[in-house]
């Protein structure tokens, strides 16, 4: 596609509940990387993605979260039993590879609200 | 202590000045990226710098690599350039791979 795109825009949910946030980055980006922006704070990465292998999970905060990648497009970042401090806005960037000085395009992000 | 920092935090400032935000940081990196973030969270790649200075428009980047310090001009300020400005290095994580370490962001207002 033109851009990155990430759906949904918006996601209320019960504390407790399983969301699945999904990325879709541009066309030929093997490189993708989801962040996490809380209210307030900054922004702090969570996990990259080099075709479907994931060599560095480092930023993710606990194993409620987990990723994954297919076809080395479209990925899914899913947080199981939600908490209300996963509240933030879950942005996901994609470049052309991981290695070189490539620029990141940013989607629009996933504003998730655990109530 | 981040790795990143950003100065100031805040900036109020009046139509046509010159703004000035400084970024600071103390580990190797390979480049440098300053993001524009609008309300609604959108964010913007502005400049990658992995040396010297880069003008676009009238946006100005510079970095001094020695200094590990970079700052982001921007000259003839207009309201629309209200936003969040956040400073961010990428860094070598494994196997050659990079990701991004990111400033706190300077939240930029432009009054007419």
């Known amino acids: 596609g033109a851009g990155v795109s990430q759906s949904p825009s918006n996601k209320v949910t019960e504390k407790g509940k399983d969301v699945e946030l999904r990325c879709d980055p541009i066309s030929g980006h093997t490189a993708l990387y989801w962040y996490r922006q809380s209210l307030g704070q900054g922004l702090e990465f969570l996990i990259y993605f080099q075709g479907n292998s994931a060599p560095d999970k480092s930023g993710l905060p606990s194993d409620r979260f987990s990723a994954e990648r297919t076809g080395g497009s479209v990925s899914t970042l899913t947080i199981q039993r939600t908490q209300q401090e996963d509240s933030a806005v879950y942005l996901c960037a994609s470049s052309l590879g991981g290695r070189t000085n490539y620029g990141y395009t940013f989607g629009s992000g996933t504003r998730l609200t655990v109530v | 202590k981040n790795e990143v920092e950003q100065s100031p935090q805040n900036l109020t400032a009046q139509e046509g000045e010159f703004i000035t935000i400084n970024c600071s940081y103390s580990v190797g990196i390979s480049a440098l990226h300053w993001l524009q973030q609008h309300p609604g969270g959108g964010i913007v790649s502005l400049f990658m710098?992995?040396?010297g200075k880069k003008k676009h428009g009238r946006l100005i980047a510079t970095i001094n690599i020695q200094e590990k310090h970079s700052s982001l001009h921007i000259t003839a300020s207009h309201p629309r350039d209200s936003a969040v400005y956040i400073c961010?290095?990428?860094?070598?994580?494994?196997?050659?791979?990079?990701?991004?370490?990111f400033g706190q962001g300077t939240r930029l207002t432009i009054n007419p």
């Open positions: 710098l992995s040396s």
């Open positions: 961010a290095v990428k860094r070598v994580i494994i196997q050659g791979a990079q990701k991004l370490v």
